[in-house]
């Protein structure tokens, strides 16, 4: 399933009221229950993995079609309705401290649909490496505050997390997959929901290969040398010339974000230290270095593009594949765009998917094929 694009996410704040909350997960457990019956959780997943089916799906169950709580709260109703449904397809995770359970959640979520000890370990480690990825090696001027982890029977998963500009007023959803890439630092996005591109420095893309060698490199060596390099890199940045011989760079490109003189502090120097201690052999390693965080790739790539001409990628990427806007007509949004929700429409959605779901469960599956020979005439980009 290859779509993915922009979706408008500015920060809306506030709550879903009790009323809607409640239409909401009997309308999300009601459609998990028929996607259950028609498709392989494998299927399901790579359906969660676009960022504009997602979104879709936020906009028929009643949440407004362009807020930054289309993803947290989409994400909790379906994790709420699956662990009801007592399904082989979980949600671990959430929003701001609730992130910080996901470990313990995958281990019990493991118990619960039989995986081996050392799938749920996989499964925790793809679970930090992927919070690592758009936190670290993707500075986008975005920061993470939601992490989810979809995980199935057979150990497929799906990550989706969401991060924020307060400056902006603007929230982005970043969504990885298991299918993607077989490194998950390098390209693992299924899509990108953004309202606008930046200019960051980006370590995930194959544009940066050449980049990705010299910072781990720099990992590998002692601090005291890259000490060194950060203070002619900052004397650079700051427009200081050398006494003698020619600059180490004649000419600065565009100004970008990361383009900042880098504060050598206590915690950097720790994290270099410990870097140094490990020696890591790829950046999935580097990665999983406790504390090694975004201060610290951005002063190695510095390095790198400033000292040794070899610069990061400032490529942000994504595309308009259509316009889940429709979705929203389903029965309205929460903040009455383009209308109120309809509570009346949502509750006769819920009991025609519930009877749909009896139904099928009782060996009756007309009403079902119905539905599948209406999904055959709906418009291709659905």
């Known amino acids: 399933m290859p779509l993915s694009g922009f979706a408008d996410l500015p920060l809306h704040w506030g709550h879903v009221p009790p009323w809607l909350a409640r239409i909401m997960f009997n309308l999300s457990k009601a459609i998990l229950e028929v996607m259950l019956i028609e498709f392989k959780t494998e299927d399901i997943l790579k359906r969660f993995s676009n960022p504009l089916w997602f979104q879709a799906f936020n906009n028929v169950i009643g949440m407004d079609w362009d807020s930054s709580g289309s993803t947290t709260v989409t994400t909790a109703m379906v994790k709420n ?56 090696l993707l500075q986008d001027g975005f920061d ?50 953004s309202d606008i591109t930046t200019n960051p420095l980006n370590l995930t893309v194959k544009d940066s290969l050449n980049c990705r060698k010299v910072v781990l490199e720099l990992l590998n060596e002692k601090p005291s040398k890259i000490v060194g390099e950060l203070g002619k890199v900052n004397a650079l940045l700051k427009g200081i010339k050398p006494l003698f011989g020619e600059a180490l760079v004649k000419t600065l490109p565009t100004k970008l974000p990361y383009y900042k003189p880098v504060k ?9 230290n410990k870097a140094y201690e490990v020696k890591p052999v790829d950046f999935n390693e580097a990665l999983l270095i406790a504390g090694l965080g975004p201060e610290t790739l951005r002063a190695l790539a510095l390095i790198s593009e400033l000292i040794y001409r070899e610069p990061p990628s400032n490529k942000d990427v994504v595309t308009h594949s259509y316009d889940p806007f429709k979705y929203a007509y389903a029965i309205g949004g929460k903040d009455g765009v383009p209308y109120p929700v309809k509570k009346e429409v949502a509750l006769r959605v819920i009991k025609e998917l519930e009877d749909l779901v009896s139904n099928a469960r009782l060996g009756d599956k007309e009403r079902l094929l119905a539905f599948r020979a209406l999904s055959r005439l709906a418009p291709k980009d659905v």
Do not use: C
């Not at 890439?181 to 899509?191: Q, V, W």
């Open 81 to 136: 309705a699956l662990n009801e449904l007592n399904a082989d397809l979980r949600v671990a995770g959430g929003k701001g401290v609730v992130s910080r359970e996901t470990p313990a959640e995958i281990r019990r979520y493991g118990d619960e649909l039989s995986l081996n000890s050392g799938v749920v370990e996989n499964l925790i480690r793809i679970s930090r490496l992927g919070a690592k990825v758009d936190n670290a």
């Open 264 to 272: 050598l502090s206590e915690a950097l120097l720790k994290q270099l």
């Open 144 to 193: 993470l505050y939601h992490h989810t982890l979809l995980l199935d029977s057979k150990g497929n998963w799906v990550i989706v997390q969401q991060g924020m500009n307060t400056e902006l007023r603007l929230a982005r959803r970043y969504h990885l997959a298991w299918f993607v890439s077989d490194d998950l630092t390098l390209e693992p996005h299924a899509g990108v929901a």
